[in-house]
Each structure stands twice: as C-alpha cells, then as structure tokens.
C-alpha cells in the first residue's frame, strides 16, 4: 500500500535544525547551530522537564494534557524524532493524526525541520481517504464514489421529498444535524431518542421524528446520486476494516506508532475508526485539553480524554502547564475565566482534564476593558486600538480581532477599511485560490526548472527575482484595496522564502514544494493584515495582540446557549480566546447593538469579579492603565495583583518580601534596591525554575542573578514543594 507523498528533499548540510536552548523551551536558538539532523540527547536538552518526559516515553500508551501555549506540538515532534533518532521507530511506521489540514502540514514542517522524512501527518479523514481509495477495489470493487462536497444539496432535496421548506436557514440546521448523527454513529431509526438524551429536540423547528425521517430521506437521495459523504469516508473504512481481517492485518502491518493531536475533539466515530488501526496494540500517544473543548455541538467529547486512563490500563499521564506563549497577566486572567469557583483557601476549581498554567514569561501589559455605547463606537475603539498597538511596534500582523459570531466583522471591516487598515477574514477567499498567488507559484516552478543557471542559489534572492515580474516590489505600494492585497500575498511567499533559506537551507525547488504542500492543507503563510476571525476560527492560532469584541451577556454566551453544559462550552471559547494572546489582549463590549439603542447589555458573565467597576457613562473602563502619580501606579498595580493572582502566587510574593527584608536589613539598604515589588509579583507569577529563565523577569540584570539568583530559585522550589 503506497501510503507516502513524495518525499521532501533533504536539507543541506550546515541547515539550522528547530531546536532550542532548554531554558527557552518555545524560543527558537540562532545561535551555534548544529550540522544535520539534531542528536538524541539535542532533542532531549530543547526541552523543559515535562516535554522530555512525553519524548523519552516512547512504548506504550501515553496521554498528554497540555494546556494552551506549553508546547504539547513541540512535545509530540520531537517525540517522534527522538523514537526515530534512537532507531525506536520506522517513520513510515507512524501515523501523527490531528483535526486541521492546517495542523498536519504544520507538523509535517516542524518534522522536516528536525529531519524527519515519511511519517505521516494527517487529518482523520484524509488518512481514512487515502486507505479507502487504495483498498476500495480489493473490498467493494470498481471505482470509488465520488464525494459530495455540499451537503446541504442533498439535505435540500431530502427535505423537498418530505415536504419541508427549503429555506436556507433550515438546510443548514439539518446539514449540521446530518453530520451529529454520522460522527456520533446513530442511526435515523435510534435518532429521537438519542436527541433526546443530547438536548437536540427543536433543530429547525422541527420534531425530532421529522429529523430522523430527513436522516433516511437524505441517505436515500446519497445513495441515488451515487456519492458518498465527508463522514461516509471514515464510516465505509471502519466497515471495510470490521469486515477484512486481511485489510486490518495490512493496515496494521503499515502504522505501528500512531500519535493523535487535539485528542479532546475526537468523534465517537473517530475514536471507532482509532481503535481499528490500533487493534490489541497499546503505541498510542495522544494530546489534548479539556479546557478547549468547544465543538461538543457536533459530536466532539472529551470523555475519551480524560478517561483515556481508565481505557487503556496502566497507561502513563503527563501534564504540560508551563505557558511559553503568554505573558503572566494573559494567563492569570485564563485561569481565572476557566474557573468557575473557588474551593476553600481560593485554590482554582478546574474542571476535569484541564490543566492550570503556569506562566513562564515576563511580565507584559496590563489586560485592558474597555466599554463602548454601541457596536460602532465599539468598531471605532478597534481602529484605536490597532493604532495604538502598532504604534508600539506591534506589526499588524501580529493583531487579531476575536468575536463570537461572523455577523460581528462586518461593523468592524467597514470600520477598518474607512481607516486605511488591511485587514483579513479567516474563512473568506482562501490564500492559494487568489490569481497572483496562483501566477506566483507557476512562476515559481517554470524558474526552478528552467532558470538553474541564472539563480544565485539564494532562496530568498531568488524568490524577490521570479516575483518581481509579477508585480513584486521591495517596498508596499501606498494605495489599498486589491493592489495592496496583491503586494502583500507576493510578500508573504518572499518572506516565506526566507525563513525556509533560513531554517532549512532550502532552495527554489524546496520553496515550490513547500507552497505546494501548504496548498494542499490550506496552511497559508503569513499576510500583513489585522485578523478578523470568529473564536471558533482562532483556535490554533496566536498573536502578539488581541481584541476580544462583544464579551457581552447574550453573545458570549450566545443567547441559543442552553443547559449548563452549553454554557460551559462558551467558557471554554473565551477561554480560547484568551490564551491566544501572547502580550496584549483588550477585552471590550458595547451597551447597545445600534447608536441611540438602548443601553441594555452587561459584560459576560464569565467576568464576574474580573471586570472593572463602572467609571462613568459612555467611558472606556480600563484596568492597570499607567495614569496618576508613581504611589498612585504602585497602589493600583499592588491592587491589581491581589486580584488577578491566586492565593498560593500571593503567598510565594510575602515569602520573597520577607527574604528581601532579611537581605537589605543585613546590607543596611532599602529594600528596593534588592528587587522593587514589581519584580517580586513578577517572580510571583512566573515561579521561574532555572537561571535563564529567571533572567528574562524584568528587573533581573546580570548583577542581580549572580548575587541573588541562586535563592530566589530555592524559595520559589521550596515554596512550591510545600503549596
């Protein structure tokens, strides 16, 4: 069975691997770098304590939970290449599964990076196509079935068959539910009172007897058409694979170490298809966080995550909390929104599989809250925002507006626009379908092919001289609009370019099998832009700053949100959207939908006891802001802290006080001159563990870290060995 894409071309001696300094696990070293692949014990030393234990564990199952921004992809690459570094693995042996193409080509990457060539990442169902196709005649005979790509085609004429309106709205609800009762496995006959048992009763307006019916209405209109579906791929594999032993034993005989990303989404159908591929074998590894789990509404469960214990017995857990991503102000404020009370003695109640961060950058910004009249004032504060933040030498790129719903962007894109600001929507025209990307990338090859002795042999070089007959130039044309959108689609494939010359050593050819690649999963690189994106859209995906928009009762959570589990569900998407903030993040909402409307909206509840006290009608409300005298800073940043900070961070900052005190009393010199309160929180916060990871508090100079580093370590070691 030819399971394999061509493979990669090899990097060039002297290429930079993607590994770093054990100290910054997340930072990328551009230092020293070795030649070739990276050895074993270079995989393991680029690595914190936590993310070592999931690379050395490579027998057996292995459950992760890693919080967002702990490095659980960094983990599960270098996991692999570790296995096949020390000759555990064959890598055409192992199957990495995940949810997004974007995600498996970015993993792919990452593996090309440490020298991994043929193992295989996927999404589920592309795994379970490329088996179905390969295996279809053996099985079924003839030709596969073409797949039909819109469902609500055939919901439609399922619906028109049983006299039900064809409106839009309604097709769309019944394609969902189409999906539901496929992942979930239930069959049209058992699906009322599986809805029942789920709280589904009411899809469209309809009664869940009606529903089933458009269920086998809809199978019947599929099977008339000769098509199969998007979920008829992994349910005719786990057929085929329930039906052939000699299929089983083949597949078998080909993934003998099998990985699985996002683990908290899995579908009872994928967990089905999963444990056919493993069969009575037990090399499973799988990631996730509870804490994201925000596509229950259709058929995701992180029951087989946080019972993967119970499953598969006497398998290893490992837990990633160390946030790389976030400064400690963003991952205070996560924690907090996670929560939804506090136990006795204020230690944060967690729910069940999710992991508490532990942030591990210095302190950054305050999170601000802002308050706004209406949506188009809250637009226009976007637009002050966004000038603020890149006025502080926050590229635009490195900017996301996050809102609930898409109905939310378009205030927001008019408001964008009239201000001269590019912006892009996540889930609108796809980078690879755009005209100049598609000329670009025929370009691109004809020179790889037939320019060999007119190229410097320079990616980046090369790339600026193929693009500039399609309208390159080094420097952005001033106007906006698509001429702008043109430049900025050719500068994402230069700069693109460079950091595959720079991390790879890659030439034209390795440049054109990359886009192609990144085609193919949809894996778009980097376009200068404010993001728009929905929460839903983000995850995944970090920037240095974030605009939450509309974190408002009855948008977050969603009016339609009913039943405690459904609320939690959007706890969980703030959450998302918190933590994709590495240093900025901005939550606001507006009083009213319309200029003039009434003031009747109320911050999200999943704030409650976070958001500011009102400072007047019509005004932003802002937190930590730096306004006032230097006493009057000191006292809101000491006030901020208390209430932003849990009890046993609070405690670790009096002991670091009192330690301060002992040293400063025996030098006869203020205590401030030892560490100032700011650095002290910040110590708090991070609860550093090594040295260099100490010297990135600010506060912390050379001097400091010689004279005092070797205690702050031992209070902060002692201090959490006794919490």
């Given at each position: ?20 300094p ?18 074993a014990d ?11 234990q ?12 890693a ?6 992809t ?7 290449a ?12 192992v ?23 043929g ?6 169902h ?52 189409v ?20 709280r589904?009763e009411g ?6 007897a009606?529903?089933?019916r ?6 019947e209109?599929?099977?008339e ?6 979920e ?38 994928q967990?089905r ?16 966080d509870a ?13 087989f ?15 990633l909390s ?5 400064t ?6 996560a ?5 939804r ?6 230690a944060?109640?967690l ?12 302190s ?12 188009v ?14 006025a502080?030498?926050?590229?635009v790129s ?9 109905a939310?962007?378009e ?10 600001i ?31 002795a ?10 600026r001289?193929?693009?500039?007959r399609?309208g ?31 991390r790879?050593?890659a030439?034209l ?11 193919e ?9 404010v ?5 839903h ?6 920037w240095d700053?974030?605009v939450?928009?509309g974190?408002?009762?009855g ?11 459904a ?8 959450y ?19 200029p ?26 802002r ?24 009890p046993?961070t ?11 005190a ?11 001159t030892?560490?100032?309160d ?14 260099p ?16 580093g ?14």
């Amino acid at each position: 069975m030819s399971e394999h894409p061509p493979t990669p071309a090899p990097r060039r001696a002297g290429a930079p691997a993607s590994f770093a300094p054990s100290a910054v696990p997340s930072a990328v070293s551009t230092t020293a770098r070795p030649a070739g692949p990276p050895s074993a014990d270079e995989l393991l030393g680029a690595l914190d304590p936590d993310q070592r234990q999931v690379a050395e564990h490579l027998e057996g199952a292995l459950c992760v939970l890693a919080g967002a921004g702990t490095g659980k992809t960094r983990a599960i690459t270098y996991r692999i290449a570790h296995g096949v570094t020390v000759g555990a693995y064959q890598p055409a042996q192992v199957l990495a599964v995940t949810f997004t193409a974007r995600a498996a080509g970015e993993m792919r990457s990452r593996l090309s990076d440490l020298g991994v060539h043929g193992a295989q990442a996927r999404t589920f169902h592309s795994a379970a196509l490329r088996q179905l196709t390969y295996f279809w005649p053996t099985a079924i005979g003839g030709r596969r079935p073409e797949i039909e790509k819109y469902k609500g085609r055939l919901v439609g004429a399922a619906a028109q068959r049983l006299g039900l309106s064809t409106d839009r709205a309604l097709i769309r609800d019944l394609s969902a539910e189409v999906e539901w009762a496929k992942v979930t496995m239930t069959l049209p006959e058992d699906y009322a009172e599986a809805a029942a048992l789920q709280r589904r009763e009411g899809v469209g307006g309809l009664e869940p007897a009606t529903v089933a019916r458009v269920l086998a209405a809809y199978e019947e209109a599929k099977t008339e058409r000769g098509v199969i579906d998007f979920e008829d791929v992994l349910l005719l594999m786990v057929g085929i694979l329930l039906d052939r032993e000699d299929i089983a034993a083949q597949v078998r005989g080909q993934y003998k170490h099998f990985v699985v990303d996002e683990y908290q989404d899995v579908s009872p159908l994928q967990q089905r298809l999963l444990d056919l591929w493993l069969g009575h074998r037990r090399q499973l590894c799988v990631v996730g966080d509870a804490s994201q789990t925000i596509y229950s509404f259709a058929g995701a469960t992180p029951e087989f995550l946080t019972g993967f214990a119970s499953r598969y017995e006497g398998a290893r857990v490992v837990r990633l909390s160390r946030d790389y991503r976030s400064t400690p102000e963003v991952v205070s404020l996560a924690n907090r929104v996670l929560s939804r009370s506090r136990r006795g003695g204020g230690a944060l109640a967690l729910p069940a599989g999710a992991v508490e961060l532990v942030a591990q950058r210095p302190s950054g910004p305050a999170v601000r809250f802002e308050t706004y009249d209406d949506d188009v004032a809250e637009a226009a504060g976007v637009v002050e925002q966004v000038r603020r933040l890149t006025a502080a030498g926050v590229p635009v790129s490195e900017i996301a507006v996050l809102y609930r719903t898409n109905a939310q962007s378009e205030v927001i894109e008019q408001a964008l626009a009239g201000a001269g600001i590019g912006y892009l929507v996540r889930g609108g025209e796809r980078f690879f379908e755009r005209d100049e990307v598609k000329r670009a990338m025929v370009l691109l090859r004809a020179a790889a092919r037939t320019e060999r002795a007119s190229l410097s042999g320079d990616l980046g070089e090369d790339t600026r001289m193929v693009l500039f007959r399609e309208g390159w130039a080094p420097q952005p044309p001033s106007q906006r609009g698509a001429v702008r959108e043109r430049w900025d689609s050719l500068n994402a494939i230069v700069e693109l370019a460079d950091q595959l010359s720079e991390r790879r050593g890659a030439d034209l050819d390795g440049l054109v099998a990359e886009l192609t690649e990144r085609a193919e999963a949809q894996n778009a690189p980097t376009v200068a832009g404010v993001t728009l994106s929905s929460l839903h859209a983000a995850k995944g995906l970090e920037w240095d700053a974030v605009v939450l928009v509309g974190v408002a009762e009855g948008l977050l959570p969603i009016s339609l949100a009913e039943g405690p589990s459904a609320i939690e569900e959007e706890r969980r998407l703030l959450y998302v959207g918190v933590t994709r903030a590495r240093e900025h993040l901005i939550i606001s909402y507006a009083r009213a939908r319309n200029p003039g409307g009434r003031a009747s909206r109320k911050p999200s509840r999943f704030l409650d006891g976070i958001w500011p006290t009102a400072q007047g009608p019509g005004r932003p409300q802002r937190r930590g802001g730096a306004t006032g005298s230097p006493k009057e800073r000191a006292r809101q940043a000491a006030a901020d802290f208390e209430a932003e900070a849990d009890p046993a961070t609070i405690a670790l900052f009096e002991v670091l006080r009192a330690w301060r005190a002992e040293v400063a009393a025996r030098a006869s010199r203020p205590a401030y001159t030892v560490f100032p309160d700011t650095t002290l929180r910040s110590i708090a916060m991070v609860k550093p563990t090594v040295l260099p990871q100490l010297s990135l508090i600010r506060g912390v100079g050379a001097v400091k870290l010689q004279e005092y580093g070797a205690d702050v370590l031992r209070l902060v070691r002692e201090h959490s060995e006794s919490a």
